[in-house]
């Protein structure tokens, strides 16, 4: 088991910037690609950042390509996800999920284990 905690959401104005952070406990952290996905009021949950194991590839979601950043400390069990330049449609709760195998852009049900969440409002 991999258990996974999300903090750092709130409120923050358009154009701001939040960091979120994931901590991991249980199995061996760098054995798992991370991942962040996020789920919108009323819509499917989207993909947002993976990252592999080593921290040496990571994927965006088009939709953040540029603005977002994710790293990850295995000494540290964390992965982080950077937000800039935050844009009211990026309003969502924000999940961690941890999975064996890396992919670029992998479906949310292919995930093996989630954090709870973290909200992110973002006004106008």
């Known amino acids: 088991q991999v258990q996974l905690v999300e903090s750092g959401g709130g409120l923050v104005q358009a154009g701001g910037s939040l960091r979120l952070s994931c901590t991991a406990s249980?199995?061996?952290?760098?054995?798992?690609?991370m991942n962040w996905f996020r789920r919108a009021p009323g819509k499917d949950c989207e993909f947002v950042a993976a990252i592999s194991r080593g921290g040496s590839t990571t994927d965006y979601a088009d939709s953040v390509k540029g603005r977002f950043t994710i790293a990850r400390d295995n000494a540290k069990n964390t992965v982080d996800l950077q937000m800039n330049s935050l844009k009211p449609e990026d309003t969502a709760v924000y999940y961690c999920?941890?999975?064996?195998?890396?992919?670029?852009?992998?479906?949310?049900?292919?995930?093996?284990?989630w954090g709870k969440g973290t909200l992110v409002t973002v006004s106008l």
């Open positions: 999920a941890a999975r064996i195998s890396y992919s670029g852009n992998p479906d949310w049900d292919a995930m093996t284990y």
């Open positions: 249980g199995r061996t952290f760098s054995n798992y690609a």
